[in-house]
């Protein structure tokens, strides 16, 4: 399945949408998680074809989601963005259809009313800001931005550093001044149909998104997952994980939650087709893929 696909998902009445930055390519296991090697992917063979390659390389994604609920557009989470210096090649002054595909998927940057952050890392927040005239200002000019408080004070204390640059400076800062900014607890409750729930470990303050309409469950996870290898490896420590230790429990705490529950989980960096089941499996877990409900084309 392309990467220029939108794929789209129905939970009752809400909508959700997918709109990738970056993706496709196998990448070695390694790059993401140091114990990630082509005979541990291989072990497990239901990774295969849309997760992990045959050679026991790694399939993933870098993309927004968008929820429509009601009169509310809501974009989870805002990829790398166009023009930030990164120390990762592909990502560095990134020059992207970003934003054009956003609004041939329907949804103009005018159009958004709340941009949230599961957490404030590189790949989440990039897009929160764009250049315009050597300054960087609101993308989206009509929206609140969220931002979780705990989160905020962590990444804005003198202690801690992010690895790629000042992200704070040139993707959250701008959008404080700007006074768009909101600090919400972890226990936001956006809308009846949306709310956060807390998902603590790969960074201090990080959020998963639950959605919940007319019976009908869904729940986008952050980074609390950047693989569905992770279901069945829930140990397997990222190497962009905070505290890694709170990371392991928060993920197994999740699994089991939602583990045989028709509860449709949304990988933030999960490869097409995104969306699925978790299910027990020897021990440990599976992701189960389930088709979008809709498919387009750009």
Known sequence: MAEGQFLRWQVGDVRITRVAELGGEPFPGKLMFP????????RHAWLRPHFAHADGRLYGSIHSFVIETGQRRIIVDTCVGNDKARSIRAWNLLQGPFLA???????????????????????HVGWNTRLVNGKWIPTFPNA????????WEHWASEAAEHRDG???????????????????????????E??????????????????????????ITGDLMHHPLQCAEPDLANNFDVDAAAARRTRRDFLARYANKPVLVLGTHF????GGWVVDAAGAWRFEAAPPADVSNT
């Open 101 to 123: 595909d956003l609004a041939e998927a329907g949804f103009p940057a005018e159009s958004i009313d709340t941009v949230l952050c599961t957490h404030l890392h590189v790949d």
């Open 271 to 274: 490869a097409p087709p995104t």
């Open 166 to 192: 000042d992200v704070m400076a040139d993707s959250v800062r701008p959008i404080i001044a700007a006074g768009l900014a909101e600090l919400v607890d972890m226990t936001q409750v956006l809308t009846p």
């Open 144 to 151: 609140r931005y969220l931002f979780g408080r705990r989160e």
């Open 35 to 42: 114990a990630a090697t082509p005979v541990l992917v291989q």
């Open 194 to 219: 949306v709310r956060l729930e807390p998902t603590p470990g790969h960074t201090p303050g990080h959020v998963s998104v639950r959605i919940s309409s007319h019976g009908e469950e869904a729940v």
